[in-house]
């Protein structure tokens, strides 16, 4: 027998338009033969409380109590998998990521934009790396490294999992990151966007190993580079470096706190344009080095990691925003150009927006907005969950 979650009565609204989430307090009871059965992780079917079926999903502990599968009553079985991935899999293919050999890294599925709610599977070449959030999608992914391989054949060589350091950390799993299927001899690859050059490391890198959410942003970036003076801040493996020099920037710097980070950076730099580009790897702290960076930049990048992982702690995350920016917006050349960003599910747009409107006026500069950004279509957004965008960019024309 599934177990069963009993809704409180009225509960059952949000299912009804269909969002992926049951929170702990929305459950009146649960039914299971024994009631010490039910483990984080395990598939439950939810009941109104008058009784009727509404969903079914991965049960975990915490305040998202149901991460929900689907609301048919249907078996999730490997037959069910294989068609998930596969609408995910079609989906890539319509935005022509699937067979390009321009671009040859992309997210197959996005968590709740695919509905699968807890699951994060990016491909780089001929290798998936998989990235389980929830307990109920660490349990299943030998069922998704099959469903990768029924989709992609011969095409995928390696599927790695890389689910150590995003699995709840009371779950207490002892997960080790490994090869679900494959093997590869080198854990990196060079790996194409928008036909520029980057190695990837999806052992060791963060995330995946690239962040492929800022991929049509970093392409904006090239746009706005010819003949500027280019700072990228929080560099990482400097992404947004290349498209600046691929765009003919005079001159770019790429600061990031992480020595092996910054020298990520020159090696991509050096992977594409040779000795010759001119470019500065920098490793300090980038709050602490925008404090005096004179008007020497005029297009600077704030790409910083998410100041706000919950809502707990937005107050004093909002306070950074603001003050990174502020610094910016403060020493920008005359006609300069800010890429700013969040990537934090917990701030809204609007918030984003009012907190860089502070910094500027902080700032005391003239400022338009030229585009407000977002992540691209490989990170979809389901219709029925929009805190799933959580990527916000704004840029900045400053007189």
Not at 77 to 101: E, K, P
Not at 130 to 139: E, I
Not at 265 to 288: C, K, Q, W, Y
Not at 320 to 349: E, M, W
């Amino acid at each position: 027998m599934i177990p069963q979650i009993i809704l409180r009565r009225g509960k059952e609204e949000s299912l009804l338009r269909r969002h992926p989430w049951i929170f702990s307090g929305a459950i009146d009871r649960i039914n299971t033969e024994v009631a010490t059965e039910l483990h984080e992780g395990e598939l439950v079917e939810v009941f109104t409380r008058s009784g009727d079926f509404i969903a079914q999903g991965h049960y975990q502990i915490g305040s998202i109590a149901v991460r929900v599968l689907s609301f048919e009553r249907e078996p999730i079985d490997q037959a069910w998998w294989n068609r998930r991935i596969a609408i995910a899999y079609d989906v890539r293919r319509t935005l022509s990521l699937t067979d390009n050999a321009e671009t040859t890294c992309y997210r197959l599925i996005h968590g709740e934009g695919d509905s699968l709610p807890g699951l994060v599977v990016d491909i780089y070449g001929s290798t998936a790396v998989v990235q389980c959030h929830s307990v109920g999608m660490y349990h299943a992914r030998h069922t998704i490294a099959e469903a990768i391989r029924a989709c992609y054949g011969e095409r995928i060589t390696a599927i790695y999992d890389k689910s150590s350091q995003t699995l709840p950390y009371k779950a207490d799993l002892g997960a080790v990151d490994g090869y679900l299927w494959g093997s590869s001899a080198h854990p990196s690859q060079i790996v194409r966007e928008n036909g520029l050059q980057f190695a990837v490391n999806w052992e060791e890198g963060q995330k995946t190993g690239f962040f492929l959410d800022q991929r049509e942003n970093r392409e904006l970036v090239k746009r706005y580079s010819k003949g500027r003076t280019v700072l990228n801040t929080f560099c990482y493996t400097g992404g947004f470096s290349v498209y600046a020099a691929e765009g003919g920037a005079v001159e770019v710097a790429s600061v990031d706190a992480s020595e092996r980070a910054v020298q990520l950076a020159a090696e991509n730099m050096r992977l594409n344009f040779g000795e010759s580009v001119p470019h500065t790897a920098i490793a300090a702290d980038a709050v602490d080095y925008l404090r005096d960076i004179g008007s020497k930049y005029d297009l600077i990048i704030l790409d910083p990691p998410a100041f706000a992982k919950h809502h707990k702690v937005l107050g004093n995350a909002m306070q950074g925003y603001k003050r990174l920016n502020a610094r910016a917006l403060s020493q920008i050349k005359p006609g300069g150009i800010l890429f700013t960003f969040s990537c934090s599910q917990a701030v809204s747009k609007e918030l984003f927006r009012t907190t860089v409107f502070s910094a500027a006026a902080i700032a005391g500069r003239k400022v338009r907005i030229l585009h407000q950004l977002t992540q691209p279509a490989d990170h979809p957004i389901n219709i029925y969950h929009p805190e799933g965008e959580y990527l916000k960019g704004l840029v900045l024309y400053v007189e």
